[in-house]
Nanobody, 119 residues
Framework: QVHLVESGGGVVQAGGSLRLACAAS????????MSWYRQTPGKQRELVAA???????NYGDSVKGRFTISRDNRKNVVSLEMNSLTPEDTAVYYC?????????????WGQGTQVTVSS
């Protein structure tokens, strides 16, 4: 059973920083592509950042230069460092896991953590 548990969300003022973490279990973490998505009411979930099993990273255009994704394969944790936050970053942030080593299987999602940036 795959479990993804996010932490680190909260309320921060514009210009501030937050660090999200996602603890994963029930999978081969080092072989799993991990990512962060976010969603606001009425909008589709959008990619924030991704880090592949190889360590290759990819970012959404709106967060490039401000957010940094990283992974710790010893602790089975993927983190998202968010700097220079703006109210537009307010959303529920979801951790996601793509178990590509198992072939074509559905993406796994965490329960989400709320990030609120006040102006």
């Amino acid at each position: 059973q795959v479990h993804l548990v996010e932490s680190g969300g909260g309320v921060v003022q514009a210009g501030g920083s937050l660090r999200l973490a996602c603890a994963a279990s029930g999978l081969v973490f080092s072989a799993t592509d991990m990512s962060w998505y976010r969603q606001t009411p009425g909008k589709q979930r959008e990619l924030v950042a991704a880090v592949g099993s190889s360590g290759f990273t990819n970012y959404g255009d709106s967060v490039k230069g401000r957010f940094t994704i990283s992974r710790d394969n010893r602790k089975n944790v993927v983190s998202l460092e968010m700097n220079s936050l703006t109210p537009e970053d307010t959303a529920v942030y979801y951790c996601a896991a793509d178990l590509t080593y198992m072939g074509d299987v559905p993406r796994r999602w965490g329960q989400g953590t709320q990030v609120t940036v006040s102006s």
